[in-house]
């Protein structure tokens, strides 16, 4: 009985030991992660890079998934953190034509200054609620997807419509769905349902990059200033 006891709780301890390896590497790939984006919207601002219209989407939706279906399929090898990198620099040059409509205003590098530091708090607030949790948030997955796949559809409608209020909708959506995303990410890698930390990087920067660019874009609707 007694080493039956004894190989139960250090398995619950290697357990443990994993998923806060996990854990960490992915906080660390996550922070490296936040320089080729920085990158990437310095070089786009400079280079005056955008993307827009239907065939802008598509070829924004073709790249991204490409890159993380790449990333998926190298994720347990370096070519997997290389191709991550790639991707964050990628999506830096994506978030350039925000930044630099909101350089534009007055006040466009406080309200940068601003995203930036609401985003960092929600990250660290969100995630104290992921890890500390006792609830049971497995099925949340289901939910999220179905709210992502509406939101995409409202997107890919307003690219025609171009309608101010929807665009207002879909950011404040947008901002709340990538708040729960990120909960549910990083409850994964703590209760042990995400083992790699490639995927868990690449997941849950997805989710800090939206909060990033939701919150920036209200704040430049509702905040910006001109000369």
Not at 97 to 122: D, E, K, P, Q
Not at 144 to 157: E, K, N, Q, R
Request: with cysteine; aromatic share 12%; proline share 1%.
């Amino acid at each position: 009985m007694d080493n039956r006891t004894y190989s139960i709780d250090t398995f619950g301890g290697n357990a443990a030991v994993v998923q806060n390896k996990v854990l960490r590497n992915t906080y660390a790939l996550l922070a490296l992660s936040m320089l080729p984006t920085i990158l990437g919207a310095f070089v786009g601002v400079q280079m005056g890079f955008k993307l827009s219209g239907i065939m802008g989407f598509v070829i924004f939706m073709a790249v991204a998934f490409g890159f993380m279906f790449a990333i998926e399929r190298f994720k347990n090898s370096s070519i997997g953190v290389g191709l991550l990198l790639g991707f964050t620099f990628f999506m830096g040059l994506m978030l350039s034509r925000l930044i630099g409509a909101v350089l534009g205003y007055s006040n466009g590098a406080s309200l940068i200054g601003l995203a930036a530091g609401g985003t960092a708090l929600s990250f660290f607030g969100l995630a104290a609620v992921a890890s500390t949790t006792k609830r049971d948030l497995s099925g949340m997955g289901k939910f999220l997807t179905i709210g992502s796949l509406l939101l995409l559809a409202a997107i890919v409608a307003n690219i025609f419509l171009n309608v101010p209020a929807l665009t207002l909708t879909i950011l404040v959506v947008l901002l709340g769905l990538s708040c729960a995303w990120l909960v549910y990410d990083i409850n994964r890698v703590v209760t042990g349902g995400e083992t790699n930390y490639v995927s868990a990087t690449l997941a849950i920067y997805l989710d800090v990059y939206n909060i990033f660019q939701s919150l920036l874009s209200l704040l430049g609707i509702f905040g910006g200033e001109r000369d």
